[in-house]
């Protein structure tokens, strides 16, 4: 074997490697896939219970006219409903007399919350104040169809459809980037974390020191980076593929945006590019803090902040996405955590691609520098002897009690 | 100050070039001074001890050797090199500090570390296989880590640096947590790494273990080396012990021995004085002591030990600390 070293790039591969599939074949990344399924369940059981709720909650008025009055509401109210849908109440016609309706409306068991009594020419409508005013317009329209009889009394629209319109398109396409900036954040926040877990996991396993020892500490922080880049990259797939099924599955796509100004399969590259920047740089960032922390205490301590801070970027990025042009998005595109976020919005609102090449350039120098300044503070805080615990507080308040001037 | 390196040490009959050479290196973390101005130099092929008690500043002496951790001010260099890194594939290390993935099999764990210096997977593999039906624990290549003992686990991580064939090994307090019989078999196992040509260096607290293998000692304490060199060399800062046994307590000849001679009475009735040997060597003295007819009944020359000279050159609180260590270490 020759002396010759492992360069940069064959060392991080080295670590990526074993990092890679030692995630993906453990049992915590089958159980990190399900987890979305907790909110996707959480969101979908909600969102049955509001229908259910919404269909228990719609108002039932009682029809109590004198016959024939009351087959002519009800054929009226048939008639009406193609046309205006919702905002007309249910009704259930009374087959008996109804002499007092606030009498009726106050008898226990009664479901019905409003009486239309009186005739299709002089309706009257009994119930709450406040549910009348508003319903006093369909009852209207209802008893006028009745009078009138036969075919519905307002004409039928002619329809002339084109693709778009220029405004609808813009805001259309201020979903879409709402959408992506929206789905990067989650998907970085809910990976990013794993590299903390990662590198702390090596460092109670104590094998830092032989990794430290054969190869440069930059290429084990690349190495774990990339290693986690590529697991989330495969859960992102995994999710994907599983998402693009259950559309399958139930007949229709389940989100539905306009296209990107740069068109979709661009859109689908660069956003996969600046996921991965965003997670690069975040990743840097919490590997750092993993570098100084030795316990898990340690970690939920020193990462806070970092999450609270990607948290006031992500917003600082949503709000730039209201400022086309103007300096907050400017500011957004060049503040490399807020960076990869902005210029996902900025591929579905703009064309042009060149920004997208300075952009990435630009995050990537940054993650370098990251990743260099990440593995110098570890070489610095962590690998000394006795493996005294890093007191980030204390090493701050030492160095701000330090003797000032020479 | 400028480091001169390039120097050769005598190593057996040879002047053997050297496989780490450091000069002045010193280590600070924080207001802590670890290590302060530390000289060593490796010969290749030798097995080098780094003897010193626990905080000495052995651990953070030999991470600055490797490269895991720069010094602050002085120069290293391993097989020529300023960069242990660049040449990573003619070093195993052992650290103190034993670690590996739980989850991996042993036989990839042996091979990941391979991989680490540069060996290729498949053969890192091997080779594994290879190494631990050597060590008796062929049964175990397919086991988890976490299955395997605790001994067991050590030794696998000692092959794991042995797997890309080093020309340097650096084992830090490798005896540590070992019982009696592995600490025999890695005693073998470092004298035939040694005889294959692969130079062995390891620190430790127990005296035992440098005597019996080391050529040259670098003794470590308070992140100083007050003495480096042959092991030799080291016992001959104390001059060699009489012990001379007569028959009857007194006579004209005591007049002979040198002062400060420790009396003692034998089981049998006799008489056992110790002193140091006279710088004139022991001939005059006997001739005396015979014409004065002293009834010598044994005389005997021994020169000191290791731990002796250990007390000497490093003090009596460091050699305090290194005892207690060594109760504490010693399988029972």
Redesign the interface.
């Given at each position: 074997?020759?002396?010759?070293?492992?360069s940069l790039f064959?060392?991080a591969l080295?670590i990526a490697r074993?990092d890679f599939v030692?995630v993906l074949f453990?049992r915590a990344f089958f159980f990190f896939l399900l987890g979305p399924l907790f909110p996707v369940a959480v969101i979908a059981t909600a969102g049955a219970l509001g229908g259910s709720l919404a269909e228990t909650g719609r108002p039932v008025i009682a029809i109590a006219m004198a016959s024939p009055d009351r087959e002519a509401f009800i054929a009226a109210h048939e008639a009406v409903v193609p046309r205006l849908g919702s905002i007309l109440p249910t009704i259930v016609p009374l087959d008996r007399p109804v002499r007092d309706p606030q009498a009726e409306l106050a008898r226990p068991g009664t479901r019905w919350t409003a009486i239309v009594s009186g005739t299709v020419q002089a309706p009257v409508l009994t119930g709450p104040a406040e549910a009348i005013e508003d319903w006093k317009g369909p009852v209207a329209i209802i008893a006028a169809q009745a009078v009138h009889g036969g075919e519905p009394l307002f004409p039928a629209v002619a329809l002339t459809s084109v693709s778009t319109s220029t405004a609808r398109e813009a805001n259309g396409r201020i979903r879409t980037a709402q959408a992506a900036q929206t789905l990067m954040f989650m998907l970085t926040m809910l990976l990013a974390g794993m590299v903390l877990s990662n590198l702390v996991e090596e460092k109670s396993?104590?094998?830092?020191?032989?990794?430290?020892?054969?190869?440069?500490i930059d290429a084990v922080f690349l190495g774990k980076l990339f290693a986690m880049l590529a697991v989330s990259l495969v859960a992102i797939a995994i999710w994907g593929a599983a998402g693009l099924g259950l559309a399958a599955l139930a007949g229709k796509a389940l989100l539905i945006l306009p296209g990107p100004a740069v068109g979709w399969p661009l859109f689908f590259a660069l956003g996969t590019a600046y996921f991965a920047m965003a997670y690069l740089l975040l990743g840097s960032i919490f590997l750092a803090v993993g570098a100084l922390a030795n316990t898990v205490r340690d970690v939920q301590t020193l990462s806070m902040p970092v999450t609270m801070m990607q948290l006031l970027v992500f917003f600082f990025a949503t709000y730039a996405l209201s400022q086309p042009g103007g300096w907050a998005e400017l500011a957004a595109m060049a503040f490399p955590f807020s960076s990869p976020f902005a210029m996902i919005a900025r591929a579905a609102r703009d064309p042009h691609v060149w920004p997208h090449v300075l952009a990435l350039a630009w995050q990537m120098l940054v993650v370098a520098m990251l990743v260099r300044g990440g593995a110098t503070l570890f070489?610095r805080r962590v690998?000394?002897?006795?493996?005294?615990r890093v007191r980030p507080w204390a090493a701050l308040a030492r160095w701000r009690a330090r003797p000032t001037g020479s | 100050m400028k480091m001169e390196l390039g120097e050769q040490v005598s190593h057996g009959n040879t002047q053997a070039p050297l496989a780490i050479e450091a000069r002045g290196l010193v280590k600070r973390f924080g207001e802590t001074l670890a290590v302060d101005g530390i000289d060593i130099s490796v010969p290749e092929g030798a097995i080098y001890g780094i003897l010193g008690p626990n905080g000495a500043g052995k651990t953070t002496t030999l991470r600055m050797l490797l490269g895991i951790i720069d010094p602050d001010a002085g120069v290293r260099r391993v097989f020529g090199h300023d960069r242990p890194h660049e040449i990573a594939r003619l070093i195993g290390y052992l650290p103190e500090e034993r670690g590996l993935y739980p989850t991996m099999k042993a036989v990839e764990a042996i091979a990941f570390m391979g991989a680490l210096r540069g060996l290729p997977l498949k053969e890192g593999r091997r080779r594994g296989h290879e190494l631990l039906d050597r060590h008796g624990l062929g049964h175990a290549a397919d086991k988890q880590i976490r299955h395997l003992s605790k001994g067991m686990a050590q030794t696998v991580q000692l092959l794991g640096s042995l797997v890309h064939r080093p020309r340097l090994v650096v084992f830090d307090e490798p005896f540590s947590g070992l019982d009696a019989l592995n600490q025999g078999k890695l005693e073998r196992m470092i004298r035939t790494l040694a005889e294959d040509g692969t130079t062995v260096i390891f620190s430790t607290h127990v005296i035992a273990h440098a005597e019996r293998l080391c050529e040259r000692i670098a003794i470590i304490a308070g992140g100083k080396v007050p003495f480096a060199g042959a092991v030799d060399v080291a016992r001959d800062r104390i001059p060699p012990q009489v012990r001379l046994e007569t028959r009857v307590p007194d006579g004209p000849w005591r007049q002979a021995l040198p002062q400060g001679a420790q009396q003692e009475v034998a089981p049998g009735g006799s008489t056992v004085w110790h002193f140091a040997l006279p710088p004139d060597g022991i001939e005059p003295l006997l001739r005396q002591l015979i014409a004065s007819e002293a009834g010598i009944l044994s005389l005997s020359i021994e020169r000191a030990g290791l731990h002796d000279a250990f007390v000497a050159i490093a003090g009596e609180a460091a050699a305090r600390a290194l005892d207690s260590e060594q109760a504490e270490e010693m399988p029972s």
């Open positions: 074997m020759t002396a010759a070293r492992l064959q060392a080295v074993r030692a453990s396993n104590k094998i830092i020191e032989i990794l430290a020892a054969a190869i440069p070489r690998m000394k002897s006795g493996g005294s | -």
